[in-house]
Protein backbone atom coordinates (compact mmCIF):
# COMPACT_ATOMS: atom_id res chain seq x y z
CA UNK A 1 0.00 0.00 0.00
CA UNK A 2 1.61 3.14 -0.60
CA UNK A 3 -0.33 6.45 0.67
CA UNK A 4 1.25 9.53 -0.53
CA UNK A 5 0.43 12.77 1.72
CA UNK A 6 1.91 15.75 1.22
CA UNK A 7 3.51 17.83 4.14
CA UNK A 8 1.37 20.33 4.44
CA UNK A 9 -1.53 18.07 4.07
CA UNK A 10 0.00 15.53 7.04
CA UNK A 11 0.74 18.74 9.21
CA UNK A 12 -2.94 19.64 8.87
CA UNK A 13 -4.16 16.39 9.82
CA UNK A 14 -2.20 16.20 13.09
CA UNK A 15 -3.52 19.93 13.60
CA UNK A 16 -6.94 18.74 13.46
CA UNK A 17 -6.24 15.29 15.15
CA UNK A 18 -4.59 17.63 18.19
CA UNK A 19 -7.45 20.07 18.27
CA UNK A 20 -10.03 17.37 18.57
CA UNK A 21 -8.07 15.53 21.03
CA UNK A 22 -7.98 18.78 23.20
CA UNK A 23 -11.27 19.27 22.47
CA UNK A 24 -12.36 16.20 23.99
CA UNK A 25 -10.33 16.80 27.11
CA UNK A 26 -11.73 20.10 27.55
CA UNK A 27 -15.10 18.68 27.14
CA UNK A 28 -14.02 15.84 29.82
CA UNK A 29 -13.38 18.05 32.11
CA UNK A 30 -16.20 20.62 31.58
CA UNK A 31 -18.68 18.38 30.49
CA UNK A 32 -18.21 15.76 32.28
CA UNK A 33 -16.74 16.96 35.51
CA UNK A 34 -13.58 14.65 35.18
CA UNK A 35 -10.53 17.15 36.72
CA UNK A 36 -7.58 16.29 34.84
CA UNK A 37 -5.11 14.99 37.23
CA UNK A 38 -1.26 16.95 36.98
CA UNK A 39 -0.05 14.00 34.82
CA UNK A 40 -3.24 15.07 32.62
CA UNK A 41 -2.07 18.52 32.25
CA UNK A 42 1.49 17.68 31.07
CA UNK A 43 0.14 15.20 28.56
CA UNK A 44 -2.07 18.48 27.57
CA UNK A 45 0.85 20.19 27.17
CA UNK A 46 2.22 18.31 24.73
CA UNK A 47 -0.94 17.59 22.54
CA UNK A 48 -0.59 21.63 22.12
CA UNK A 49 3.12 21.84 21.32
CA UNK A 50 2.30 19.20 18.57
CA UNK A 51 -0.90 21.03 17.52
CA UNK A 52 1.67 24.51 17.25
CA UNK A 53 4.32 22.53 15.23
CA UNK A 54 1.95 21.34 12.79
CA UNK A 55 0.13 25.03 12.78
CA UNK A 56 3.50 26.44 11.83
CA UNK A 57 3.73 23.20 9.22
CA UNK A 58 0.63 24.36 7.79
CA UNK A 59 0.68 27.79 7.73
CA UNK A 60 4.32 27.48 5.98
CA UNK A 61 3.18 25.01 3.51
CA UNK A 62 5.68 22.49 4.61
CA UNK A 63 8.99 22.85 2.14
CA UNK A 64 11.80 23.51 2.46
CA UNK A 65 13.64 22.70 5.33
CA UNK A 66 11.97 24.47 7.49
CA UNK A 67 9.63 21.90 7.59
CA UNK A 68 11.97 19.84 9.33
CA UNK A 69 11.71 22.09 12.07
CA UNK A 70 8.16 21.59 12.42
CA UNK A 71 8.24 18.17 12.31
CA UNK A 72 10.91 18.54 15.42
CA UNK A 73 8.37 20.39 17.58
CA UNK A 74 5.61 17.63 16.90
CA UNK A 75 8.37 14.81 17.35
CA UNK A 76 9.86 16.43 20.67
CA UNK A 77 5.83 17.32 21.64
CA UNK A 78 5.08 13.39 20.72
CA UNK A 79 8.28 11.90 22.68
CA UNK A 80 7.35 14.20 25.84
CA UNK A 81 4.04 13.20 25.72
CA UNK A 82 4.41 9.40 24.86
CA UNK A 83 6.70 9.35 27.96
CA UNK A 84 4.25 11.21 30.35
CA UNK A 85 1.30 9.15 29.25
CA UNK A 86 3.98 5.81 30.04
CA UNK A 87 4.52 7.23 33.56
CA UNK A 88 0.71 7.77 33.62
CA UNK A 89 -0.74 4.14 32.95
CA UNK A 90 2.46 2.42 35.06
CA UNK A 91 0.67 4.78 38.30
CA UNK A 92 -2.41 3.33 37.32
CA UNK A 93 -1.04 -0.46 37.10
CA UNK A 94 0.79 -0.16 40.34
CA UNK A 95 -0.93 -2.52 43.06
CA UNK A 96 -3.24 -0.15 45.66
CA UNK A 97 -0.42 -0.46 48.66
CA UNK A 98 2.29 1.28 46.19
CA UNK A 99 0.29 4.14 44.78
CA UNK A 100 1.76 7.29 46.09
CA UNK A 101 -0.20 9.44 48.36
CA UNK A 102 -2.14 12.56 46.93
CA UNK A 103 -0.46 15.79 46.22
CA UNK A 104 -1.10 19.27 45.10
CA UNK A 105 -2.75 20.22 41.95
CA UNK A 106 -0.88 21.52 39.18
CA UNK A 107 -2.42 24.94 39.70
CA UNK A 108 -0.95 25.22 43.13
CA UNK A 109 2.43 23.55 42.69
CA UNK A 110 2.21 26.27 39.53
CA UNK A 111 1.76 28.73 41.78
CA UNK A 112 4.72 27.82 44.36
CA UNK A 113 7.44 26.31 42.55
CA UNK A 114 9.14 27.40 39.45
CA UNK A 115 7.80 25.61 36.43
CA UNK A 116 11.04 22.49 36.19
CA UNK A 117 10.04 21.71 40.03
CA UNK A 118 6.48 21.94 39.70
CA UNK A 119 6.55 19.60 36.15
CA UNK A 120 9.37 17.36 38.29
CA UNK A 121 7.07 16.98 40.79
CA UNK A 122 3.57 16.45 38.75
CA UNK A 123 6.05 13.76 37.07
CA UNK A 124 6.35 11.87 39.42
CA UNK A 125 2.87 11.75 40.01
CA UNK A 126 0.07 11.21 42.92
CA UNK A 127 -2.27 9.17 43.77
CA UNK A 128 -4.76 10.77 41.69
CA UNK A 129 -2.79 10.38 38.95
CA UNK A 130 -3.57 6.27 39.72
CA UNK A 131 -7.19 6.67 39.76
CA UNK A 132 -8.57 5.52 36.61
CA UNK A 133 -11.84 7.71 36.17
CA UNK A 134 -12.62 6.96 32.12
CA UNK A 135 -12.32 3.87 30.01
CA UNK A 136 -13.31 3.67 26.16
CA UNK A 137 -12.67 -0.09 24.87
CA UNK A 138 -10.99 -1.25 28.31
CA UNK A 139 -8.08 1.97 27.93
CA UNK A 140 -7.87 4.52 30.02
CA UNK A 141 -7.22 8.08 29.11
CA UNK A 142 -3.89 8.51 29.03
CA UNK A 143 -3.85 4.68 27.02
CA UNK A 144 -5.67 6.23 24.05
CA UNK A 145 -3.74 9.44 24.57
CA UNK A 146 -0.37 6.90 24.15
CA UNK A 147 -1.45 6.10 21.12
CA UNK A 148 -2.96 9.13 19.61
CA UNK A 149 0.96 10.31 20.01
CA UNK A 150 2.30 7.55 18.26
CA UNK A 151 -0.42 8.36 15.69
CA UNK A 152 0.42 11.72 15.16
CA UNK A 153 4.23 11.19 14.76
CA UNK A 154 3.63 8.26 12.36
CA UNK A 155 1.50 10.81 10.41
CA UNK A 156 4.09 13.15 10.29
CA UNK A 157 6.82 10.64 9.21
CA UNK A 158 4.70 9.66 6.22
CA UNK A 159 4.24 12.94 5.27
CA UNK A 160 7.85 13.78 5.25
CA UNK A 161 8.84 10.72 3.31
CA UNK A 162 7.04 11.88 0.62
CA UNK A 163 9.56 13.31 -2.14
CA UNK A 164 9.57 17.28 -2.63
CA UNK A 165 8.58 18.31 -5.95
Given at each position: ???????????????????????????????????????????????????????????????????????????????????????HLWLQHLPPDQVPECGP?????????????????????????????????????????????????????????????
Open positions: MNIQLSPRAGFGLVLAICLALLGVAYYSQFGLGLEPCPLCILQRFAFIIIALGALAGVIHGGRGMLRWLWAAIIFGGGIWGVVTAGRGFDFMLEYFSLFEAVREAFTGSGECAEIDWTFLGLSMPGWTLIWYVVVMLITGLALSRKQS
